[in-house]
């Protein structure tokens, strides 16, 4: 077993429904980010594996052969931590109340490249993901540690020019 | 310039038929191959214009006459690799790739199809139309294609999108008179692209312009099909041959005779009327409501649009 299964194998292993998977991704975004839950009643969420998704509500009944997918991914919900999408991030960014932290020209630059940097993070902002910002526009997601803010930004949508 | 005269690149049986269109080809041919200027779309599912327009001052951007989202820069740029596109607050797309939409005036709650939408510039503008309401399914019979596709659909934010991977064929069948309005960009023979890639000669012959404009007619009446009374289906190509053009909407009029083909006004753009015949062959007269887009007279890729309504009874 590896040391990190070791520590947390004492923990029971959350339910794993699509209504829970919902609950703690909304619950998440609240806490994390203070989005409230009420900005995502007008669209539909579900889970396909342990991502949740989310689309227009038409978009979310409608019946048709050979679907490869609706809406857009928000969140990969694991056992201990929801980790949102760069793609939910700079489409509901402007919903961020916490754990957001703005970036120079420079800091932007690394960023895209998907590249781990230290920076001056805001007192307020805590260990954890954070909504990375650009000019008041959500560039994506990072993970905060101590001073060393490591991008999310997935492979395919990274800026290396 | 006689067609006889070989044009670097260019074949012989490809300049006959621009000599046959009309079209003088020591003018069309160098604007042909001449990349347009660059542009790009605002995308306002991520942010408004003006916040996007005061993001990019930079660049000096100029507003197309026929869409205010649309804008032309001077020179070139990488403007695949600007923090505003990676936001997707833009999306760089070809000014004459932006017609087919504006034409089609998606609107905000209404079901739509776009039945051949990969890569997806289109689809993301008719997304951004609807103010991601709605139901805009995103079809693509290419597997390979779709994965351009949803990253393109996802850096532009598009939420009310069903995507499906099936034959535009199968509408017709599967969803009969579901649709307000459908957006058929037909695959073609792709001459008006020829500025941006000349991997279109690889596969270019007058036979497959014949076997492209079969796949169209079944296309068409697919779409024609799968539209709601009083539905708009849009159909475009980015071709200059007229079996793929006039010669698909002929087929679709001769089958469904009522069906209105509307003049379109895209203004600021200098688009010549759909021909009326073609080696012989008359095309219904309707056609001529169509507009052709030459890189001759517009600074854009060579396209051709038509909208066609199907009436309330």
């Not at chain 2, 051949?116 to 008719?126: E, H, R, V, Y």
């Not at chain 2, 709601?228 to 002929?250: H, I, M, Q, R, W």
Request: aromatic content about 8%; hydrophobic content about 40%; proline content about 5%.
């Amino acid at each position: 077993m590896r040391s990190k299964d070791k520590k947390t194998s004492h923990l029971k292993r959350p339910e794993r429904t699509q209504d829970v998977l919902i609950a703690r991704m909304l619950a998440s975004f609240e806490e994390r980010f203070g989005i409230d839950s009420k900005h995502f009643h007008a669209y539909r969420l579900f889970t396909r594996s342990n991502d949740v998704w989310c689309s227009s509500l038409d978009a979310g009944k409608a019946e048709f052969p050979h679907v490869v997918r609706r809406g857009l991914r928000l969140a990969r919900v694991f056992d201990f931590s929801v980790k949102p999408t760069t793609n939910a991030v700079q489409l509901f960014g402007h919903l961020v109340k916490r754990n957001r932290i703005d970036l120079d020209p420079d800091e932007t630059r690394l960023f895209l490249k998907g590249e781990t940097q230290k920076i001056e993070a805001p007192r307020d902002a805590t260990d954890g993901f954070v909504a990375a910002f650009y000019k008041g526009f959500a560039l994506g997601i990072g993970l905060l540690k101590g001073e060393n803010l490591k991008s999310q930004v997935p492979r395919s949508r990274r800026v290396i020019g | 310039m006689s067609a006889k005269r070989r044009e670097p690149g260019l074949p012989q049986a490809m300049l006959a038929r621009f000599e046959e269109m009309g079209l003088d080809l020591d003018v069309f041919v160098p604007a042909l191959l001449r990349l347009p200027s660059q542009t790009f779309r605002i995308n306002t599912l991520k942010a408004d214009r003006e916040s996007v327009l005061d993001a990019l001052s930079y660049l000096d951007p100029e507003p197309v006459e026929w869409n205010d989202l649309v804008f032309r820069v001077k020179g070139r740029q990488k403007l695949g690799n600007l923090v505003e596109h990676f936001l997707g607050l833009i999306y760089v797309q070809d000014s004459s790739s932006t017609i087919p939409v504006t034409v089609l005036e998606p609107e905000p709650g209404e079901r739509i199809l776009d039945m051949a939408s990969a890569p997806g510039s289109k689809t993301t503008q008719i997304a951004a139309g609807m103010q991601n309401s709605g139901l805009l399914i995103a079809n693509e019979v290419s597997v390979k294609r779709i994965a351009a596709l949803t990253g393109n659909l996802d850096r532009s934010g598009v939420l009310n999108s069903v995507v499906t991977k099936q034959p535009g064929q199968a509408y017709g069948h599967i969803a009969t008179g579901y649709f307000d309005r459908i957006l058929l960009d037909a695959p073609c023979s792709s001459e008006g692209t020829l500025s941006r890639s000349m991997r279109t000669l690889e596969i270019w012959s007058e036979n497959s312009i014949i076997r492209l404009a079969n796949i169209q007619h079944a296309l068409i009446l697919s779409a024609y099909y799968a539209l709601k009374p009083g539905g708009v289906l849009v159909y475009s190509t980015c071709t200059f041959a007229p079996e793929e053009n006039e010669g698909t909407v002929t087929h679709l009029l001769e089958r469904f005779p009522e069906s209105i083909v509307e003049p379109l006004e895209l203004k600021g753009i200098d688009s010549q009327p759909g021909f009326s015949e073609w080696r012989g062959e008359d095309f219904d007269p309707r056609v001529k409501n169509m507009a052709r887009i030459f890189p001759h007279l517009h600074d854009g890729e060579g396209f051709c649009v038509a909208k066609i309504r199907k009436p309330l009874t």
